[in-house]
């Protein structure tokens, strides 16, 4: 993508009602107005929030709105000129229940207030293959403390991605620090048991893997 198309997405989020990007500083200095309050503020319902982390280009966030009217949706990614697809058509197609945050995910616990969240969804996130990358890894011990800060009692994570490495790093941490695994599954459309919000939407990543006959696994666990 070019610069120049880039600064034009730039700008046009920063006319998108469904998009906020808040500072680092606004959110580290416990400054930022919609924590606590997305409800009421942004989403303007009492139905529960969804989080995709790691947007992307918002595919999945759009897609769960559309099969999900029930609940709010919020798309999480540094990159704005990425999620600025999902967020556009989002606002073509009237979907009132999605949104898009441009935020680094390790502020997510400053962006959203204890119990706030219902769900989160990580979707094809980068592996970290390497050792010393440990710690940048979305299902790490620290991330997980975070999102377990965010989400209410019941509230539970799906990880969904081609990488073998990340799903068995995953597997094993989950295992190993005692949380509750719900399902896991090494390859989702091999499996008859495999849940529609998993198997019914393919991002454009997803639909590449596919093609080149990578399994796409899959775990919902809760953070105890």
């Known amino acids: ?26 959110l580290v200095d416990g400054n ?18 969804v989080l995709e982390l790691g947007c992307g280009k918002g595919e ?17 990614d ?8 999902g967020a556009k058509t989002a606002l073509e197609e009237n979907l009132t229940n999605v949104g898009f945050m441009r ?12 119990a706030e969240i219902d769900e989160i969804w990580i979707t094809f996130p980068d592996p970290q293959i390497k050792y010393k990358r440990t710690k940048h890894r979305m299902t790490n011990t620290e991330f997980l403390q975070k999102y377990k800060h965010i989400l209410t009692p019941d509230g539970t994570i799906n990880l969904k991605t081609d990488s073998e490495f990340m799903h068995g ?25 495999s849940p529609e919000e998993v198997v019914g939407i393919q991002t454009f990543y997803e639909k590449q893997y596919l093609e080149q006959g ?11």
């Open 60 to 76: 999945y966030s759009v897609g769960l709105a559309q099969k999900y009217p029930e609940k709010n949706f919020l798309g999480i």
């Open 214 to 224: 990578k399994p796409i696994t899959y775990i919902k666990f809760r953070v105890k």
């Open 103 to 114: 935020t680094q995910i390790e502020l997510v616990d400053y962006a959203f207030a204890k």
């Open 32 to 49: 930022f107005s919609l924590k606590g309050k997305w409800k009421t503020d942004f989403f303007k319902n009492n139905k529960p929030i």
């Open 169 to 193: 790093y995953t597997l094993g941490l989950l295992h190993g620090e005692g949380h509750e695994i719900l399902h896991a599954n090494h390859d989702v459309y091999k499996n008859e048991y």
């Open 78 to 85: 540094i990159k704005g000129a990425r999620f600025w697809r």
């Open 1 to 26: 993508m070019g610069s120049k198309n880039k600064l034009k997405r730039f700008r046009e989020n920063e006319t998108f009602s469904n998009v906020i990007q808040p500072t680092r500083e606004e």
